[in-house]
């Protein structure tokens, strides 16, 4: 591995959101908090998009979410980063009982440089998982990057701000390429804050 790859594989990409209070207030303020979290657990944040605000996923579960995007670079590994966002999540309150329900913060590790974690053939089978399994399976160990990512506008939309560039090691579409495909009425509904 050279020196530009050892490089980009220290940025990590986090998805953040919220959609109920926590301990230092209303979702925006709980994000804006953990930034500094990220920063002091992570590394240093290099970019951070702007706050939008998105509806519940799946729809119907619960009130409307703010979501933002950070790189941050660090010299963690992915499994000690990840760990990293949960001990964030939980000082602000984050309790895991139901996929896909309310939280005070959600910190999601969504890439880190071109790493494929565990291999492809596990990234491949999570990315193709039928979305009627999707809110009853969850992976039993760490998958990079997320499997979801190219599904969701609320991830990809703050992503392309600041990183529409990247490229998916496994697809090869960019961030800018993975939101341009979504329907527009998903991408409609993800709004500036």
């Given at each position: 591995?050279?020196f ?44 951070i998009?702007?706050?939008f605000?998105?509806?519940a ?18 010299s963690?590994?992915?499994?000690a980063a990840?760990?990293a ?85 496994l ?8 939101a ?14």
């Open positions: 591995m050279d530009i790859s050892i490089q980009r594989n220290r940025l990590a990409a986090i998805a953040a959101g919220g959609n109920s209070t926590s301990p230092a207030g209303d979702p925006a303020k709980t994000i804006a908090a953990a930034l500094a979290d990220i920063t002091r657990d992570i590394g240093p944040i290099v970019a998009s702007r706050f605000r998105t509806p996923f799946p729809p119907g579960s619960g009130p409307d979410f703010v979501n933002a995007a950070v790189i941050a670079v660090t963690l590994e992915p499994a990840l760990d966002l949960h001990r964030i999540e939980a000082r602000y309150g984050r309790v895991r009982q139901v996929r896909w329900g309310a939280r005070t913060l959600d910190l999601d590790l969504i890439a880190m440089g071109d790493r494929v974690l565990p291999d492809a053939a596990t990234l491949r089978e999570w990315m193709d998982l039928p979305a009627s399994e999707q809110s009853v399976r969850a992976p039993d160990r760490l998958i990079l990057p997320h499997p979801r990512l190219q599904d969701r506008a609320f991830v990809l939309i703050p992503l392309a701000e600041i990183a529409p560039n990247w490229r998916h090691p697809s090869g579409r960019t961030v800018a390429g993975m341009a495909a979504l329907a527009e009425a998903e991408k409609a509904a993800v709004c500036p804050l």
